[in-house]
């Protein structure tokens, strides 16, 4: 944390917030209903402070998607997905709803996997993870068809 201070250029003296996390009551309500899958993801400098907005959303019956819970990260590190997966869930949920989680699809950052498989076996002791096939497919195709200069002119997605 000293090293985030000193990036950010705060003093010791003044406070820093390190995360901040939140959810809508309806929607909160609309997990209780629907926990069986839940989509994590980061969106990289939304806001003046180049925070990443983290988002875990779900699908209800009709597949209509709604955001579970949002919040603006520090930074995309492993502690910091420990915080998301095994502390505001935790504080945020009653554990009978985090159990009926079986499901978490995420886009493959490693930091993020690894700390959804520690929360797997503490906070979600019914779920599994696995990747997202939209990630898989284009950072496949990025990697292995595009960044190999094959198809000269041609843009990444």
Not at 16 to 35: E, H, N, T
Not at 84 to 105: E, G, P, R, Y
Not at 119 to 135: D, T, W, Y
Request: charged share 20%; glycine share 4%.
């Amino acid at each position: 944390m000293h090293d985030q201070r000193i990036a950010l250029q705060v003093k010791e003296e003044q406070d820093m917030m390190l995360g901040i996390a939140w959810v809508i009551p309806v929607k909160s309500d609309y997990f209780r209903l629907f926990p069986e899958v839940v989509f994590v993801d980061c969106i990289e400098e939304v806001n003046m402070d180049s925070r990443a907005l983290f988002t875990a959303s779900g699908k209800d019956a009709n597949g209509n998607i709604f955001i579970i819970l949002r919040a603006y990260l520090q930074n995309q590190q492993a502690w910091v997905f420990r915080w998301v997966f095994s502390v505001v869930f935790a504080k945020l949920f009653h554990k009978d709803i985090l159990a009926k989680v079986n499901l978490f699809i995420s886009d493959g950052n490693q930091e993020e996997m690894t700390q959804i498989d520690a929360a797997i076996m503490n906070v979600f002791p019914n779920a599994k993870r696995q990747r997202c096939g939209f990630h898989i497919v284009r950072m496949g195709w990025n990697h292995h068809i595009l960044s190999k200069r094959c198809f000269e002119g041609y843009e990444t997605l």
